[in-house]
């Protein structure tokens, strides 16, 4: 099985490049092969239309929305936010590949999925200085 995966934080990073190692490192240990195209405000090398269209599936593991998303119509995927990656790749790839073999996966359409970042688990308050200094802070 192979699957790519495209990653990206707000500032296109750490957390960005935090999340393709933990996916790559979970696909080693689940035997899968992990192909990572990372994106952000820092930039993005795109991986061949080749590459993407030999995968058996998708994990968009992404805070912004993905760039190029219509390169990956098709194809099977899930849809988290990056620390989702960080903290759990394993499970990750193992959901996805469960709801291939069992055909309940979701499909990539050309349009954005209606919530493109999952909500987090917070009550929805900024917290810290940077949401005080710019007036977030409750």
């Known amino acids: 099985m192979k699957i790519m995966c495209v990653t ?5 990073i750490a957390h960005t490049y935090i999340a393709a190692e933990a996916l790559e490192q979970a696909g080693i240990a689940l ?9 952000g405000p820092a930039g993005s090398i795109p991986v061949t239309q080749n590459l993407i269209d030999s995968a058996d599936g998708v994990i968009f593991a992404v805070d912004l929305d993905v760039t190029g998303r219509d390169r990956f119509v098709g194809k ?19 959901k996805l590949l469960g709801q291939i073999r069992d055909g309940t996966f ?12 999952p909500k987090s688990r917070d009550s929805g308050r900024k917290k810290g200085f940077v949401a005080k ?5 409750r």
């Open 8 to 12: 990206s934080c707000f500032t296109g």
């Open 31 to 39: 035997g899968v092969e992990i192909i990572v195209e990372t994106q």
């Open 76 to 94: 099977p995927y899930l849809h988290v936010d990056v620390a989702a990656a960080i903290y759990g790749a394993k499970g990750l790839i193992e």
């Open 106 to 117: 979701a499909i990539v359409s050309v349009e954005s999925p209606p919530e493109t970042v």
């Open 133 to 137: 200094l710019f007036g977030r802070g």
